[in-house]
């Protein structure tokens, strides 16, 4: 059974930066691609970037090129997400997926969220 | 980018009916690389149909996916208490990965 659990709930200030994590489990990590979308309160669904699993390429959307950075650790099975210069507009739930293979870009399974609040 | 447009905001059903969601992409999705989610209240979203009409594993054949190039359709032929939700389009043919805003399923 496919699970995706995400690091918890974090405070920022204007201007710090975090990191959110992803462990998996039930699947062969090495072989399926990672996304990230985010959710602000009451919003819709954005999607920030992945990472291919075939190569470890990235590619993120333009509106956060520069600010995010994916990567991941394939012996502690757990996928990563940096965002840096954080503002109270990236108040937000992020969630990791899993793409349907390793350089898919389908998502088929879903980590729980993590909220993360930027506030002074 | 390609702008993904859902129609419409909410829909009023009862248990029993039909729901019909739309999804409108601004230009042409290949391979009909179309999926619909759907987000329960404090939940992630779960992935019903991928492929424009293929269901994912484990939903129910009360949804039915269908469309192609720009025009999409996510129908629930018979509602269940269960389904009421917020259901999400997107397309994942091109980069960026784009949802549409959203439908709210309420009930009636």
């Known amino acids: 059974q496919v699970h995706l659990v995400q690091s918890g709930a974090e405070v920022m200030r204007p201007g710090a930066s975090v990191k959110v994590s992803c462990k998996a489990s039930?699947?062969?990590?090495?072989?399926?691609?990672i996304h990230w979308m985010r959710q602000a309160p009451g919003q819709g669904l954005e999607w920030m970037g992945w990472?291919?699993?075939?190569?470890?390429?990235?590619r993120y959307s333009p509106k956060f090129q520069g600010r995010v950075t994916i990567s991941r650790d394939t012996s502690a099975i757990t996928g990563y997400m940096e965002l840096s210069s954080l503002r109270s507009e990236d108040t937000a739930v992020y969630y990791c997926?899993?793409?349907?293979?390793?350089?898919?870009?389908?998502?088929?399974?879903w980590g729980q969220g993590t909220l993360v609040t930027v506030s002074s | 980018e390609i702008v993904v447009t859902q129609s419409p905001g909410t829909l009023s059903l009862s248990p029993g009916e039909r729901a019909t969601f739309s999804c409108r992409a601004s230009q042409t999705i290949s391979s009909n690389h179309l999926a619909w989610y759907q987000q329960k209240p404090g939940q992630a979203p779960r992935l019903l149909i991928h492929?424009?009409?293929s269901r994912a594993t484990g939903i129910p054949d009360r949804f039915i996916g269908s469309g192609s190039g720009t025009d999409f359709t996510l129908t629930i032929s018979r509602l269940e208490p269960e389904d009421f939700a917020m259901f999400y389009c997107?397309?994942?043919?091109?980069?960026?990965?784009?949802f549409g805003q959203g439908t709210r399923l309420e009930i009636k």
């Open positions: 492929g424009a009409s």
């Open positions: 990472i291919n699993a075939d190569n470890d390429n990235t």
């Open positions: 039930g699947y062969t990590f090495s072989s399926y691609a």
């Open positions: 997926a899993r793409g349907s293979c390793a350089g898919c870009w389908l998502v088929d399974y």
């Open positions: 997107q397309q994942y043919a091109d980069s960026p990965i784009t």
